[in-house]
């Protein structure tokens, strides 16, 4: 495993654009997931396989892949979007997270 | 889906404590289960993960755990086990089972003289 590198913190205005980038050279051959998770509950999976999106997870969430850099994006940012976020990979010789971001909806 | 953790609690350093995670609704037999550690405020950290049954069954550790830590699972009866031996201070978290895409609500474990 590698390791993955996050932004700690994104802030944007409800309505606009999140964007949360993953970086890692794992990701370059290996899928990469994102979770969302707000203070005191369990993770969410809201993209697997660097672009799907779980049955019930909102089209405002999005996920693309570019080399070793992924990404995901929340359109049209509510409220309720203010959560920490996490990407994660793995491969033959384990799983690996990136540290999380923070995102605050203003 | 349901994934329920059990078998958190406070333990001396250098103790041994058995995390069980039991699953419904759910086709446990076919998953690749992981459990993942978070400590308050911090980030999730993977500990360990185990195969299927059809993939080999076998475990891969995070560097932190490994030698003092053990996957298992009983398909039968759809549990995940985590053994955990020689307990550290900095193992003190909450820890969750997970096949990546449902995941428990969490079982702390706190490591404390």
């Known amino acids: 495993s590698s390791e993955l590198t996050q932004p700690p913190s994104v802030s944007v205005s409800p309505g606009q654009t999140a964007r949360i980038t993953c970086s890692g050279d794992?990701?370059?051959?290996?899928?990469t997931y994102w979770y969302q998770q707000k203070t005191g509950q369990a993770p969410i999976l809201v993209i697997y396989?660097?672009?799907e999106r779980p049955s019930g997870i909102p089209e405002r969430f999005s996920g693309s892949s570019s080399g070793a850099t992924v990404t995901l994006t929340i359109s049209e940012v509510q409220a309720e979007d203010e959560a920490d976020y996490y990407c994660?990979?793995?491969?033959?010789?384990?799983?690996?997270f990136g540290g999380g971001t923070k995102l605050t909806v203003l | 889906v349901q994934l329920v953790e059990s078998g958190g609690g406070l333990v001396k350093p250098g103790g041994s404590l058995r995390l069980s995670c039991a699953a419904s609704r759910f086709t446990f037999s076919d998953a690749w289960m992981s459990w993942v550690r978070q400590t308050p405020g911090k980030g999730l950290a993977w500990v360990a993960r185990?195969?299927?049954?059809?993939?080999?069954?076998?475990?891969d550790y995070a560097a932190p755990v490994q030698g003092r830590f053990i996957i298992s699972r009983d398909d039968s009866k759809k549990i995940l086990y985590l053994h955990m031996e020689s307990l550290r201070v900095d193992d003190s978290a909450m820890y969750f089972c997970?096949?990546?895409?449902?995941w428990g609500q969490g079982t702390l474990v706190t490591v404390s003289t």
């Open positions: 997970t096949d990546f895409a449902f």
């Open positions: 794992m990701l370059a051959k290996q899928y």
């Open positions: 994660q990979s793995a491969d033959s010789s384990g799983v690996e």
């Open positions: 185990i195969k299927s049954k059809v993939d080999g069954e076998t475990t």
């Open positions: 396989r660097d672009t």
